[in-house]
């Protein structure tokens, strides 16, 4: 069953069904409490509900205690298909997709909401859709009419788009529904961990105290009377002035530099961040009532990755992980996917003997045995080389041997490189495609660092053709996570169990601590599932190790 929904004022709403066609099949019907409609429905049909955008319906109907089981998202769908199309980026939400229907002029997408911290109030029970974005009923039933259609003309297979539509769809309830429940966090075990590190906060919003003693022994080192190691370019300039070269001020280059101001600018570096990104202020702001509340951004990288808008849930580092303390009674599940991106290449390449490599539970070992005389960190560089595109040093002779032992596999990231450099597009396994060669976009979002990928010549398109080389393998490692998420969240509804945090392959499910057990047999189960839904009875394995904690800091 199909409900076509569109939130009102004052928390009503609209309604339409519709048939397996997603054509009008009643009469629209106006409500006073969309929430309890659309709880009366899920309870007796469990429709898959079609509306604007689930980050603007979706947290509502949580906040007054309704949950869904499906949905297709407009907005991330239109993304999508404009992606296809070699439009990626164009506006997205309803109302641009009415107006490129009806040939009139589209409107940009409005710019995205302020994250609001916990302690910021929720507002309305519905988000109050800008004039740029919002449709009305009847015309969003005839958008997603469009997008049905598009979706069978996609040049990729239409069953494959299809199931990337509903895969972003559900991963978009997903997101909803951790950044609700959110991520236990104990703050007292946060001040503890902060003030061993950081010292005592500054009673006037300065620098703690550890960071006022590193940043006095660096200008010790460098012979001045104060600095500001937070401030590359002074390093910088320190370093020089110092007689040492250094191109930047990076960790990994400063590491091998001899000079005394090294170890308290690495210091420094490293409880700055702590300080900036998870330190009181950051606690203050997004910790409430015991729980950490972001916002997360289904499909925000190119590849399909997620992003956060505040908060920084993606990047929790290992030492504050710490504070993450299940309840009482409760435990955290912690699975991930290990070595997900070669296995991704193994099995989307139709590389025969790489695919028997992929059934085993170390891949770079196994890869190791067959073609590199045992040595397992020369077979991790050839794959990794492979699919990034390093081409210097140690990676030269690992290529050679992985381009004469698995030819087919190392075909087809050479030929999503070459199809880059000359300025085309290439497509993750379920049809996601990447920017065209006019949109600049940070390769930092195809998970390396480096310049823009546009087309052209020399560097310029080699740089494209690393980010395309890689594409087609991150982006389908996406629509896995998603796919794993997706069933995952099915098998856990109904039960205390929830998820609470997601990172690119890593899930967090927070359950009673008598359900623990059989939350990580549900999820090595999705695992599986999630491998058989995208790839088929393939010989790959995609193993899932999950582990049982008190701690997010006790998991490996």
Same mark, same amino acid.
């Given at each position: 069953?199909?409900?076509a929904?569109?939130? $009102?004022e004052?928390?009503?709403?609209?309604?339409?069904?519709?048939?397996?066609?997603?054509r009008?099949a009643?009469?629209?019907?106006?409500?006073p409490?969309?929430a309890s409609?659309?709880?009366s429905?899920?309870? @007796?049909d469990?429709?898959?509900?079609?509306?604007?955008?689930?980050?603007?319906?979706?947290?509502?109907?949580?906040?007054?205690g309704?949950?869904?089981?499906?949905?297709?998202d407009?907005?991330?769908?239109?993304a999508?298909?404009? $992606?296809?199309?070699?439009?990626?980026?164009a506006?997205?939400?309803?109302a641009?997709? /009415?107006a490129?229907?009806?040939?009139?002029?589209v409107? !940009?997408d409005?710019p995205? #909401?302020?994250?609001?911290?916990?302690?910021?109030? &929720?507002?309305?029970?519905?988000?109050?859709?800008?004039?740029?974005?919002?449709?009305?009923?009847?015309?969003?039933?005839?958008v997603y #009419?469009? &997008?049905r259609?598009?979706?069978?003309d996609?040049?990729?297979?239409p069953?494959?788009?299809r /199931?990337?539509?509903?895969?972003?769809?559900a991963g978009?309830?997903?997101?909803?529904?951790?950044?609700?429940?959110?991520?236990?966090?104990?703050a007292?075990?946060?001040?503890?961990?902060?003030?061993?590190?950081?010292?005592?906060?500054?009673?006037?919003?300065?620098?703690?105290?550890?960071?006022?003693?590193?940043?006095a022994?660096?200008a010790?080192?460098f012979?001045v009377?104060?600095?500001? !190691?937070?401030?590359?370019?002074?390093?910088?300039?320190?370093?020089?002035?110092?007689?040492?070269?250094v191109?930047?001020?990076?960790?990994?280059v400063?590491q091998?530099?001899?000079?005394?101001?090294?170890?308290?600018?690495?210091?420094y570096?490293?409880?700055?961040?702590?300080?900036?990104?998870?330190g009181w202020?950051?606690?203050?702001?997004?910790?409430?009532?015991?729980?950490?509340?972001?916002?997360?951004?289904?499909?925000?990288?190119? @590849?399909?990755?997620w992003?956060?808008?505040?908060?920084?849930?993606?990047?929790?580092?290992?030492?504050?992980?710490?504070?993450?303390?299940?309840d009482?009674?409760?435990?955290?599940?912690?699975a991930?996917a290990? &070595?997900?991106?070669?296995?991704?290449?193994a099995?989307?390449?139709?590389?025969a003997?790489? #695919?028997a490599?992929?059934?085993?539970?170390?891949?770079y070992?196994?890869?190791?045995?067959d073609?590199?005389?045992?040595?397992?960190?020369k077979?991790?560089?050839?794959?990794?080389?492979?699919?990034?595109?390093?081409?210097g040093?140690?990676a030269v002779?690992?290529?050679?041997?992985?381009?004469?032992?698995?030819?087919?596999?190392?075909?087809?990231?050479?030929?999503?490189?070459?199809?880059g450099?000359?300025? $085309?597009l290439?497509?993750?396994?379920?049809?996601?495609?990447?920017?065209?060669?006019?949109?600049?976009?940070?390769?930092?979002?195809?998970g390396?660092?480096?310049?823009? !990928?546009?087309? $052209?010549?020399?560097?310029?398109?080699r740089?494209?053709?690393?980010?395309?080389?890689?594409?087609?393998i &991150?982006?389908?490692?996406a629509?896995?996570?998603?796919?794993?998420?997706a069933?995952?969240?099915?098998?856990?509804?109904g039960?205390?169990?929830?998820?609470?945090?997601?990172?690119?392959?890593?899930?967090?499910?927070?359950?009673?601590?008598?359900q623990?057990?059989?939350?990580?047999?549900?999820?090595h189960?999705?695992?599986?599932?999630?491998?058989?839904?995208?790839?088929?009875?393939?010989?790959?394995?995609?193993p899932m190790?999950a582990?049982?904690?008190?701690?997010?800091?006790?998991a490996?």
């Amino acid at each position: 069953m199909l409900v076509a929904a569109v939130p $009102g004022e004052g928390g009503s709403g609209r309604l339409l069904p519709l048939d397996d066609r997603g054509r009008p099949a009643g009469a629209a019907a106006t409500v006073p409490s969309l929430a309890s409609a659309v709880a009366s429905l899920e309870a @007796s049909d469990s429709p898959r509900w079609v509306w604007p955008a689930t980050s603007a319906v979706y947290p509502g109907l949580l906040r007054s205690g309704v949950r869904v089981a499906r949905c297709h998202d407009v907005e991330l769908t239109e993304a999508l298909l404009l $992606g296809s199309a070699g439009s990626w980026g164009a506006p997205r939400s309803p109302a641009a997709a /009415l107006a490129r229907l009806r040939g009139t002029p589209v409107p !940009p997408d409005p710019p995205p #909401a302020a994250a609001t911290p916990p302690g910021g109030g &929720q507002g309305e029970l519905f988000a109050a859709p800008s004039a740029s974005s919002s449709v009305g009923l009847e015309d969003l039933v005839t958008v997603y #009419a469009d &997008q049905r259609a598009r979706m069978a003309d996609v040049p990729t297979s239409p069953a494959g788009f299809r /199931l990337l539509v509903a895969a972003e769809s559900a991963g978009a309830l997903v997101a909803a529904e951790m950044g609700f429940a959110g991520l236990p966090w104990r703050a007292d075990l946060h001040d503890e961990l902060l003030r061993s590190l950081l010292g005592a906060p500054s009673a006037v919003g300065g620098p703690p105290a550890r960071l006022v003693t590193l940043a006095a022994e660096i200008a010790a080192a460098f012979g001045v009377r104060s600095v500001h !190691p937070e401030s590359p370019g002074e390093l910088l300039k320190l370093f020089h002035r110092a007689g040492v070269d250094v191109p930047n001020t990076r960790s990994w280059v400063l590491q091998h530099v001899d000079h005394p101001a090294v170890r308290p600018v690495l210091a420094y570096k490293e409880l700055y961040r702590i300080w900036t990104a998870h330190g009181w202020a950051w606690r203050d702001a997004w910790v409430r009532d015991g729980r950490f509340r972001p916002e997360y951004v289904p499909g925000g990288v190119v @590849s399909g990755r997620w992003a956060s808008r505040g908060g920084g849930a993606l990047q929790i580092p290992k030492v504050v992980r710490r504070a993450v303390v299940a309840d009482p009674g409760w435990r955290f599940v912690v699975a991930d996917a290990a &070595q997900l991106e070669p296995r991704v290449l193994a099995a989307v390449s139709g590389d025969a003997r790489l #695919a028997a490599a992929g059934r085993a539970g170390d891949l770079y070992a196994a890869l190791a045995a067959d073609a590199f005389d045992g040595d397992r960190a020369k077979a991790k560089v050839a794959l990794l080389g492979a699919m990034y595109g390093q081409t210097g040093g140690a990676a030269v002779p690992a290529l050679a041997a992985l381009r004469g032992h698995y030819p087919t596999a190392f075909d087809y990231v050479e030929s999503a490189a070459r199809t880059g450099e000359g300025g $085309g597009l290439v497509r993750s396994w379920l049809g996601r495609t990447c920017p065209p060669s006019s949109v600049s976009v940070s390769l930092a979002d195809a998970g390396y660092e480096g310049g823009e !990928p546009a087309a $052209g010549g020399g560097a310029r398109a080699r740089a494209r053709g690393r980010f395309t080389r890689n594409f087609v393998i &991150q982006a389908t490692a996406a629509e896995w996570a998603l796919a794993l998420l997706a069933t995952l969240r099915t098998t856990l509804a109904g039960t205390p169990a929830e998820l609470v945090l997601f990172q690119h392959d890593e899930v967090l499910v927070h359950c009673p601590a008598d359900q623990a057990e059989a939350v990580v047999t549900a999820v090595h189960e999705a695992g599986e599932r999630a491998t058989r839904t995208l790839f088929g009875d393939t010989e790959v394995r995609f193993p899932m190790e999950a582990t049982a904690v008190d701690c997010y800091a006790e998991a490996k």
